[in-house]
């Protein structure tokens, strides 16, 4: 039928699937095979079913009045009428009238419904006591027939907070009573009035009439459907097994709300025919934003499926609202090609349709998303040790895989080589008029060709050193030596921390100093100490490092999906929580604010500069080696630690803005590197940066660099209008480099009072430390 | 000397011990042998030295010094005028010259205080290195001499909370530099104007001057420096080596923030010579309100000691604020009595012999205060399984030593013996006229004792059954029958749940049951589901319950003690934060307001009522066995439960307010049972109660139940003007009963707008839970 199905299509799989259900909210028993058979037919993939039917719901509604009746006939004095001792009434097991939902060859594929009738949160406990047992009851049998997953009514709108964590015990029992189900929640993107609530819950019908129109037009509290979400399933302690399914509004809400629901376990949207317009031609259609809020969803790696709720079986929906909009029917040229086919193939459902040809309307997936790149969304690595492990020749492989990067190195060493001539082979030695080079940890060499390449197209005449401790990639560097770089270079193997320099008997000094040791935040590959180790030999004043200097920096997010990975991660490694994990962050909302003057959504927690100026004593130390440091030591700030590298600790106190209530559950972590900082006026920098509002600009398409991840244990609830006060520490005890970090909030109570509403635990990656 | 110090002396341990320090803020070196005795003489029990000396102080500023000038001759660039990069200052180590401090036989009984114009959260990051290191030296050394602890002022005021995190942060790192000292942060007890910051840190001789009054008379905020230790504790999580000194204000705050106080590990009571007053005659005093504060504080089981603090060494003082003041010198006769002495005992120093008359006016220990009695202060216990295990005698002893129950007991098996004669006598088949009572759970017949006088004092003949289902309790039980209660006593030994009743063949009732099953929370000892078993044998309509109801009671407490104490229990047993701890809360602080209409600081839980109203058909089952019940079985709230038990769980919603800022640990829990509820009009209901607020007008001095404390893992912080909802379930699943908790927190941003700040989890005790 459609490209996308045929493998040999160019359309194939080059954007994401829709997958279509059914769902009808007054389907009074389960889904005959006729009728699941029917659906499939006019296009639909999947259908929900009640679980039990009509007979179990008046059994249930006559035990209840019978039960009150009891209550009312025993009289109950003045003191105890609000006696919960008295036993409620106990709902007996299904029968087979009560239900014709059952094992089969499809269940599978239905999505069973639970009764929305029940209300778990009723402040009658005798409704809510029913209301769990009922849900129990039906969870267990779908369980029994093989459902894979349940849908859930939500909770209820919760004025003042006091039933959502009635319902949310109810749910965290639910996945135990269902112990290997999905249980999906039917949640509101917003509580929009008029789409809100359309079934009439056990406390509704009996409980007193509550004049919902009485308290008048009410701001809309967009965050409210968010908050009781976050409830139940922070209750449910972020359970992999519960998701969520969202209802498209009629009116997409602001960009803060479709990203928050953006992060969360998304299983299905739901569009009711309310949400759809009928155009001119009676055609159901969805707006622009309603298009592209759905558009961003189905961009996850695990894409929600489409339920299309209350649309009928056939067109009689639209027939009905046709005539009801006085929409007179002209057939389109497609529609009546149709015609011929429709007693063999029964037409598509006219909303089935219509999402169809959305479908294909996405945009297709572009080159950062390819399904190799995809695969890495949210997935956590551990960050790699560079400086203690050797790594593999693949490895090295990725990293030049990645032209952007070593383009921009090239652009920085050319620049160099061209200004250093200008300012400081003047002044230089007149023996030595060759630039000196050095490439320090070259790894398999694509610095080293990079440099080659900017001396000729600069025509600078150089002398170039390869150093590599790995003795693998050291064989490596030799081969390429001799077949591809003509035998310029000379490759030592070596430490660069070791190295003797150029030449010590002359105690000559390399102009340029090329590396590639930024990590993901920049210094967490321990750049910082790596270059301290071979700074001394870098010519003064006119020396060149290559970075010449680098920015860490930091942004709050949510990410439940990471959050409750780590959550079974902690089981088996009880540093989950306390390690800086590098991943591909996808599914996640920043909650700071974006354009807030002083307090943008990414903050520079630090920089590092080479080479480092040092003073006159730690330059006389540093020429007669580490160990002369120890005579003079102190204790620096860490327990063990003499203060050898307590030039390299850092501490950042950043201040993020957030406009909405909402969860944190880590800091973000990102780095911008300077190549090259001319030292003449009015000269471009030439820069590389991973922050998501800066790599288009500075160097697009580049990647080699994952973001990196701070979590937090606890997620740490935040209230509108807070600010979220994040301190971080870049700490070393000399032999080894680890980072430490916690969340404060607060909030805005009236224009003059902040008050702190929270924190975090004090994190710490001491125990996973870059080793030095 | 002093009569408490002589164990013959009625006086001995009637009331708690003074221990008085001396500290000199301006000590220039650490104390000398020979001061160290002068002080000893003058009366003080222990003395502060500093562990370092000018000579330090001044190597560390030319240190700091000489940084500062190298780096401006280093002329950085306008793009690196902050870049950290630049090594700073390594504090080298201690020399001789640095300190005079050193292992001396006393060493133990000096406190060491730590340099007092070190800045550890400077936003000068070269100033916050040097003063982490300092710290670090002083703290490694002084560990090295023997100290056992070392005061550490506290953190500057810190008005927008951005500094309090690094000062935090320094003392984590301190508590393991020095692994086995106690360390104490000094504190105010609030920000007090004028008593504040009298030592000038590196930041204020360096830093730009800041015009402290330019601002004006601000508004105090008393909870502000409760606040900074606050942070600092949990960062050093509850450290049990972490301790705080507070200095005692001269006014004495509002109740709120001396009960905050109380809850926190208080090591030292610090008083500089300012808080006192001199009186007429020229003696220092402190108000009726500091000594009630004093008197509070030192009825802690670790009562804090008390520092003077600069005060000098003999009565200079006294004499320069005399000369101030103008007050004329007349010795009083006790003094003019001391005078002769002079020579050979130098005279206590005057601030110290005002102490030591507190010490000998305050309140002597009540019988509450009793040693076995304090010694329960905040120690936990695990709640008792009381159906699963068979009690000892001792335990068994250890409850009926409470008369005030018993005879409220008595008093309410009299009350319903009078009524049930009126009441249901006149209607009872005429065969039988005798009163029948059961005791049920006699143990080793306490109860039986007293409905035996009851009976006598009322002239009602009775028929007694006592049931017992502990073997080895039902042997005294036979034995006490026959010693003395003259054979009129029917013994059996069954479980109460399966007893078939005084006379299975003529189906014969009990008028009167008795039982003592209640626990701290009443109900946690399943007293519902044991009287469930027996109540059908309970005569209708006029069959008395003795106790007829009782009520649990919440209020969210603060308890550090208790919080730290179940950090460490954790580490072995992993339902630590998960079990209700039967404790006797002392060192604890109530959070919520005590008197806000329809939000008192105690509030009702739920209720248990007996006997139970049953409906018809669970009066049918109820008599042909709880096996008849499991035909028509259903799910109930619980997985795995059939719903048998539903009746007996419980859930419940609070709202409770709190004024002041502060953090929440757990839940107190107490019960209140009424005894006997008359049915006639007018009459008193017979009760105890253990709720704070009722116990000394319900059940003055009954010490049978301390309360419980239901915990929170994660302290939950909240800011001022909240209101904490807390949601608390009895669940059951048949066989066993436990409970679930947790606490939300709310507060107000203006009039209108109640925003959330927080949560703690979702806490059970299902895996601690009672077994029915």
């Known amino acids: 039928m459609d490209g996308y199905l045929n493998p040999e299509s160019a359309d194939f799989e080059s954007r994401p699937r829709y997958y279509i259900g059914q769902h009808d909210s007054h389907r009074p028993d389960a889904v005959t095979d006729e009728q699941y058979h029917r659906f499939l037919n006019s296009g639909f993939q999947f259908v929900t079913t009640p679980i039990t039917n009509q007979h179990f719901y008046d059994r249930v509604v006559e035990l209840y009045k019978t039960h009150l009746k009891e ?61 769990r047992q009922v849900l129990n009851l ?14 859930i009514p939500g909770p209820r709108q919760d004025e003042n907070g006091r ?52 308290s008048g037009p009410q701001e809309i509290d967009l965050f409210s459907a968010w ?9 449910c302690k972020y359970n992999n097994r519960l998701f969520v399914a969202i209802r498209i509004p009629l009116r997409a809400p602001e960009k803060d709300l479709q990203e928050r629901w953006f992060s969360e376990p998304l299983h299905y949207l739901t569009l009711s025919s309310k949400v759809f317009q009928l155009n001119k031609a009676g055609h159901p259609t969805l707006s622009r934003n309603q298009q592209d809020l759905i558009n961003r969803y189905m961009r996850l790696k695990n894409s929600p499926w489409l339920l299309l709720s209350d649309v009928g079986s056939d067109d009689t929906d639209i027939t009905t609202r046709k ?69 593999e020749s693949a490895t090295y492989e990725v990293f030049e895989g990645d032209p952007v990067k070593y383009n921009q190195y090239e652009l920085a060493i050319a620049e160099a080589m061209k200004e250093w001539k200008t300012l400081a082979k003047p ?86 100093l090329v590396t590639e040791l930024l990590g993901s935040f920049g210094d967490n590959e321990l750049s910082p100490e790596c270059l301290d180790g071979i700074q001394r030999h870098v010519a003064r004043p006119y020396g060149i490092s290559i970075p010449e200097s680098y920015t860490a920096h930091l942004s709050p997010i949510a990410t439940p999906r990471i959050h409750a990975d780590l959550s079974g991660k902690v089981l088996l490694d009880k540093n989950a929580f306390e390690t800086p ?44 080696g580490a160990s002369a440091r120890y005579a003079t030591q102190g204790t620096g700030s860490m327990a063990g630690s003499s203060g050898t590298n307590e030039h390299n600790a850092r501490h950042c106190h950043l201040t993020f ?116």
Chains 1, 2 share one sequence.
Not at 138 to 151: D, K
Not at 173 to 195: C, H, K, T, W, Y
Not at 435 to 463: E, K, M
Request: charged residues 20%; glycine residues 4%; hydrophobic residues 40%.
């Open 71 to 131: 209550r009312e006939a025993w009289g109950l004095s003045d003191a105890h009428k609000t006696n919960q001792s008295l036993p409620g009434p106990v709902v007996p097991t299904l029968t087979n009238k009560d239900t014709s939902y059952g094992p089969s060859n499809y269940v599978g594929s239905l999505v069973a419904y639970a009764s929305p009738w029940i209300d778990l949160s009723s402040e009658d406990t005798l409704i809510s006591s029913i209301s």
């Open 227 to 235: 908050d009781s979400w976050n409830s139940v399933r922070s209750v």
């Open 163 to 214: 039933a959502v964590m009635q319902y949310a015990r109810a749910i965290q029992e639910a996945l135990d009573v269902a112990s290997r189900i999905n249980i999906i929640i039917q949640m509101p993107m917003f509580r929009e009035p008029g789409l809100e609530e359309v079934d009439l819950t056990l406390s509704e019908v009996f409980g007193p009439t509550k004049d919902k129109t009485a």
């Open 323 to 391: 005539a009801e909009e006085n929409i007179v029917d002209f057939p389109t040229l497609s529609e009546a090609a149709n015609v011929p086919k429709r007693s063999q193939f029964p037409p598509l459902h006219p909303y089935v349709a219509y999402l169809k040809h959305l479908e294909k309307k996405q945009p297709p997936f572009t080159a950062m998303e390819a399904p190799a790149l995809v695969s890495f969304q949210d997935w956590l690595q551990s960050p790699l040790q560079p400086l203690a492990d050797n790594l």
């Open 657 to 772: 803005v957030c406009r909405t209530r909402g969860v944190v559950h880590g800091l973000a972590g990102y780095f911008e590197s300077v190549l090259y900082r001319p030292r003449e006026a009015g000269r471009e920098k030439v820069e590389i940066s991973i922050l998501p509002d800066q790599i288009d600009r500075k160097s697009r398409d580049m990647i080699s660099w994952f973001p990196i991840f701070f979590p937090i244990k606890q997620p740490l609830y935040f209230p509108q209008d807070a600010e979220l006060e994040v301190s971080m520490w870049r700490q070393t005890d000399d032999t080894k480099v680890w980072y430490e970090w916690i969340i404060e909030a607060y909030a805005w109570a009236g224009p003059k009072t902040r008050i702190k509403v929270g924190a975090s635990d004090m994190h710490s990656s001491r125990e996973v430390g870059c080793r030095m």
């Open 581 to 624: 994990w590098v991943t591909r962050l996808f599914q996640i909302d920043f909650v700071a604010a974006e354009k807030v003057p002083g307090h943008p959504r990414f903050q520079q927690a630090w920089e590092f500069v080479h080479p480092v100026e040092v003073s006159e004593a730690d330059r006389f130390l540093a020429e007669h």
């Open 427 to 512: 002044v230089s030695s007149a023996n030595n008029t060759n630039l000196v080079v050095a490439v320090a940890g070259a790894g398999r060499g694509p610095l080293v060709t990079r440099v080659l390449r900017a001396a000729a197209s600069t025509g600078t005449a150089i002398q170039l050193w390869a150093l590599e401790k790995n003795q693998n990639a050291y064989v490596y560097l030799l081969r390429q030596n001799e077949l591809q770089w003509n035998g310029q270079v000379t490759v030592a193997k070596t430490d660069m921390r070791g190295w003797p320099g150029p030449d010590p008997s002359r105690n000559a000094k390399v102009d340029i």
């Open 138 to 151: 039906e969870l267990a049998y779908a369980a029994f027939c093989g459902a894979r997953s349940v849908i």
